[in-house]
């Protein structure tokens, strides 16, 4: 590409930047949360059909994807869950496809009162921060996605090839959303994802499982609290003997590559816990969610297995859990990892893009957590770049994404559709 | 009292035992949850109506009992927070006055599907046993009370004293509902609470507190786990360090009369817990219901910044606590224990009445538990006697009383009333 149309691309996307962040503040007002995506979704189905884009709107349909091995076990209604797929149709396909990809789930913000600089929904710009709940996981993502084609309409092009646009939900949790377009049958030469990953390159990242632990007994009046097993006091074993699987698996590193630098890449979390009724009632129940990592290349079925095989020896012995085993259930992502290999096309494109942008060399770099690449390396065999703004913050409080980085990538994207997919000028009737 | 009466009352009682079961059963139904009594209070009114008592029910009034030293802190909603109290006036005042109490209020019945024998609230008979949340803690015991009175009546006698029944809410979280009867102006000679106590009367108990610790941070991605801390682990190391203290005031136990000879007096319970809001998001926050007992003679003010002393010294050193200390507060039971001194006649006269239907001896223990009649004993120098049915699972699945001793205990009560009271003949327009 001449250097002056990748600078023509640039002040393109230059000139719709304020456009394109009060898009991305439009789409931080919508809360949505797991269940919640349906408004936010068909906001980003109007706002392509007005692009002119071929934009397709569809429910994941679990019994479509329940037996394709990337499938995660679904625990709640997919009534809502839709995805949206926009298709550009180029005139002549010259170029090679490309799926531009995000999704619109976001985590729970949590209590109100922890956010500092604004409600979690109400987007504000300090300086070079934005602010909201999903502002950098991954709104700012999805609105490059569509800025970066808007950019080149801008300057009279569009791409010389096949491209999807993709909003979709479930990549907080299972990854099922991401599953459901593979399913339909949406593939292309190379996919982009732009996550938050701080203007790098993903290599390499962990699979995620997700179970819950349930653990039950009989509780008694707290004046006989000897003879009743409190069921929080055993959910607490349960994770200490989850946190010493961890530190095993964490042991394992150097038999994977790109993992044994890593200081520690299997991350254990319980994020939820609920139990007990009573102050003075001695706990009857207790119920624990938790996600674990596992490396590229594992089956989660058989590190699944070694979870409860661990838990079921290590608590054999235990004075309440050896006689009522905490049932673990399996509600959520069952996923594994992936590992971009080097040197493909896709990322040579990328990192030539990534220089006229920022005028510094693309780096990659290995990140412990899910990814929904993974459908796209693993059950299609294309080159997925996962490549996304610098943020701060992202499922916690104040999560804040970087202004100038969302231009610089969104810059990036423009320049390797332009490069990866060819471009040919906008005529009259195009879509 | 003579043999032949007493013979009478007895039989007065076995006589009327159908239809006690009945009403206890009926009481049972009602799921008197805590802000939820209101229809079996009602209930009860009604009943004490039928029975030509002069029955009033009253809203616990926080303003008025705020300031009484023997006040918990309140941290729900008294709109619906009732009292109901009925008095029998004798004709002539020849005996000693009485008040029988006792509580509507019901703790929380958990998973519905742990109980075996029946659903929560529909009581059930098998053998010997009467199933069912609050039959034993204590609805047995509110029917006790008045089909004592009501086996006197059978054989045309009252009272020839001053009787108030009571029936009262907040036992199991406050004791505000008792101390609120007290005052209005409710005193007599002494009280009977047929709290489950396997036919044994109450020497002493303990005082307890209630308290929610909250633990607060920042949370983050769970692909920088180690960067965030962790709440609902942060709270486990707070259960870990109030467990000491217990350890610590049990050791204590040497100096409180009746205290030292139990095994473990100072219980302490972590009885709900609910933190975090997503698998994958370190939990960046966690609440914890905690119980504690206090020995009888402890200032509740005293033990309570004992507690966040305790707190405040051993976690100032945690990685997470340390600059963000758990929030304590104090929550419900702010209560003082009591001992029930020996020899008095109201125990006296108790003993006898046990020995005559029970044929056996009076027993006296200590429970390391809550019991409203602290507020009888301590606060208006009443003897209080508490001494009821046998009972398993209080507080448990499948709550169950036994049936014969809910007859013992009744003409236990009735005798002591025929003696305590002194007796009358009823005449056509008593009330």
Redesign the interface.
């Known amino acids: 590409m001449d250097e002056q149309l990748s600078r023509k691309i640039l002040a393109a996307v230059d000139e719709g930047f304020e456009e394109q962040i009060a898009f991305t503040e439009e789409l931080i007002r919508f809360p949505s949360l797991r269940g919640e995506e349906k408004p936010a979704q068909d906001f980003v189905h109007k706002a392509l059909v007005e692009r002119g884009y071929d934009v397709r709107t569809f429910r994941i349909d679990e019994d479509k994807i329940r037996d394709h091995p990337g499938f995660s076990p679904v625990a709640v209604d997919y009534a809502d869950a839709v995805n949206v797929v926009a298709t550009h149709q180029p005139r002549a396909e010259k170029g090679k496809s490309l799926i531009l990809n995000g999704h619109m789930d976001v985590?729970?913000?949590?209590?109100h009162d922890?956010w500092e600089v604004s409600p979690p929904y109400e987007p504000k710009r300090v300086g070079d921060w934005l602010y909201g709940r999903g502002g950098g996981?991954m709104k700012a993502g999805i609105a490059a996605n569509i800025f970066a084609l808007d950019a080149l309409r801008r300057i009279g092009l569009q791409p010389a090839a096949r491209v999807h646009v993709q909003s979709v939900v479930e990549e907080?949790?299972t990854g099922n959303g991401a599953l459901a377009c593979l399913v339909e049958g949406y593939t292309a030469d190379a996919a982009i994802i732009p996550e938050p990953e701080d203007e790098m390159l993903v290599r390499a990242n962990c699979g995620?499982l997700?179970f819950e632990v349930h653990v039950?007994g009989?509780?008694?009046?707290?004046?006989e609290?000897?003879t009743?097993a409190?069921a929080?006091?055993a959910s607490?074993r349960v994770?200490e003997s989850l946190k010493r699987l961890t530190a095993d698996w964490n042991g394992q590193k150097a038999n994977y590559p790109y993992f044994a630098e890593l200081?520690?890449p299997i991350?254990?979390?319980?994020?939820?816990?609920?139990?007990?009724?009573?102050?003075?009632?001695?706990?009857?129940?207790?119920k624990v969610?938790?996600?674990i990592a596992i490396y590229p290349g594992d089956d989660p079925k058989e590190r699944a297995a070694e979870i409860e095989a661990h838990l079921a020896h290590e608590l054999a012995d235990d004075p309440f859990l050896g006689n009522r085993p905490p049932q673990v259930t399996w509600n959520?992502?069952f996923a594994r990892g992936y590992v971009l290999e080097e040197g493909g096309d896709a990322e040579a494109a990328l990192a030539e893009a990534h220089r006229r942008a920022t005028a510094s060399e693309l780096q990659s770099f290995v990140?412990?957590?899910?990814l929904d690449a993974r459908v796209f390396v693993i059950y299609a065999g294309m080159p997925c770049l996962v490549y996304g703004p610098i943020t701060e913050?992202?499922?916690?409080?104040d999560e804040r994404v970087s202004l100038s980085s969302i231009k610089r990538v969104t810059g990036s994207i423009a320049l390797f559709i332009a490069d990866w997919c060819g471009i040919e000028p906008i005529e009259a009737g195009d879509g």
Do not use: L
């Not at 990140?367 to 899910?370: A, F, S, V």
């Open positions: 985590v729970p913000e949590g209590p922890m996981d907080e949790c995620v997700w039950a009989h509780p008694v009046h707290v004046r609290a000897g009743g409190n929080i006091e607490f994770i200081d520690h991350n254990f979390n319980v994020g939820k816990i609920e139990g007990g009724d009573w102050a003075s009632t001695v706990a009857a129940w207790c969610s938790c996600r959520g992502f990140t412990p957590g899910y913050n992202i499922h916690g409080f």
